[in-house]
Every structure is written in structure tokens, then in C-alpha cells.
């Protein structure tokens, strides 16, 4: 994890160039709000790390942070159900026809299975969970196999995608792992996650609950996601390997851009002097004009 710093020096510099205690506390405040920004780039791999298990994992287009946040919290304060429920509570009928159905359209191929989709979230909507997570399960299969060629849960599907937070392998590859568990003998005690194989194959018959169904909607959310990173993939493999050939600090020191989120709205102008850690910059004191 990264942090925000400015060095001690910087400080000292700044009162030696007279610059008062309130600008010294507004920009302390730009760069604890920096810093909470930069703890926004490891969530995706806390919460798989928390939740993907339990048949959770982030979607890159999908669920606020702050919801993701907040369920970290209850978990490591030892409440699973609670942060089980505040993500459940999340799939409501406009986040599922945005990010599960509307999205899809972008792929010809989804619009066959708008009818599929809908009477799935009709369903949902009417906590007829034992019809509903079927069909989802039948329209994450159809949906995957048509976009891709290949069955997501097709044995040894390659589910990874170059620089994707959904085709990451603690991501879709995870969660498609857990779904497709033989079948085994019946059982009906209640599930926790749509087990793809053992619900289609009418193994699994305690299914029927919103969990399930949640997590269901989440799989074909993740579809959908990985889907789109899938088809930009080769493009921003090639636009990676250009910018490659320049290092952090050209990258950096070009665009200042860091400096300027930091500073913004302060009357300061200054270079950048050394590089110290990845988001820490010392100052150099005769280029700081006020």
C-alpha cells in the first residue's frame, strides 16, 4: 500500500518561505485526501482477498467502493453476516439492469438473451429465487459462450485477462473454480454459492435464497466486465508495451500530475527535486513562488 508524503524538509521549507499555518493545514488535508485515493487502488485485491471465498470478488464496473469498503469493515470487526447483507443489499432492480443487462448490449449477441435476463430480475424482484438463479446461471453460460467461443465453465477455460481487475486471477477464475464442483450426490441443505454444476445438473436443491441469487447476478456482472476487457485487451497490451520504454520518472515528471492533485488550488508552482517512494516528493526551494 502505498502513502502520501511530504518530507519534514518540505515543511521546514515552506515555513522558511513564510507560508502560514493554514495553507501548511490545507495542504496536509490535500494530501490525507490524496492518500485515502491512493488506498482505493489495493481495494479490489483486500476485498477478493476477504470476500473470495465466500463467492464475492470485485468487478471492476460494478458495486461502489463504498459498499465494498464498508463490508471490509464488518468483516475484520468479525460480523460476516453483516457485511454479507450490506453486499446482498447492493443488488437492487437498477444496479442489476445496469450492470448485468444493459451493459451486455454492447455484444450483439446479448441482445438474444434480453428476454432471458429480464424475467431473471422479474423474478429476483419477486423472491422467486428457484426459478431465478437457474436461468441466470443458463444466461452467464450462453452470454460467455457466444462473446468468447469458449464455455466459462468449460474445464481449464482460460478466464485471465492482461491488466483487468475482473480477469484477475484472484477474480473471475476464482469464482468460476468454486461453481463447477461435480455434481456428487443430492443434497438440500442450503447453499451459499450458485454452484453452477451441482444446481444445473438438479444436484443442489437448497439454492433458493437471495445470497445465491445475489451472487448469481454478480457472476454474470463479471461476465459482462471481463468480456469488455477482453475485446480492448490486445490494445492496451500494445499501448503498455510502448509506454514501456519510459521510465517512471519521465512518466511522472512529463505530466507532474500527482503534484498537481496535491497542490490544487494553492497558489504554488515548484519542480519536482527526488523521487522518494512512489507518491513522495521533496520540494526544491527556489522554485517554490507564492
Sequence with gaps: MYAVELSASAFKLMNAFGIKN???AELGAMAADLQEKAEIIGLPDRFN???GSKGWICVGSAM???VMQDAIKLAEAGKDEEAEQVLVDWFTEDNINLFAIKRARRFHQAR???DQLNEALKLYLEERYMAAVPLILIACDGFASDVSGVSPFAEKADLTVYDSITGHHT???TLIGMLVKGPYKSRDDELNTPERHKILHGRALGYANKVVCAKAWLLMMALVDWAIDKDSEKERRSDAERKANHTL???INGSNWLIQALFRGS???FTVCRLNGLFGYWLRGEDLHL
Excluded: I
Aim: hydrophobic share 45%.
Design 49 to 51: 482477498e476477504v470476500f
Design 267 to 269: 497558489d504554488a508552482t
Design 112 to 114: 438474444l438473451r434480453d
Design 249 to 251: 520518472w519521465d512518466t
Design 64 to 66: 461502489a467502493v463504498t
Design 22 to 24: 493554514e495553507k501548511l
Design 171 to 173: 477474480g473471475l477464475p
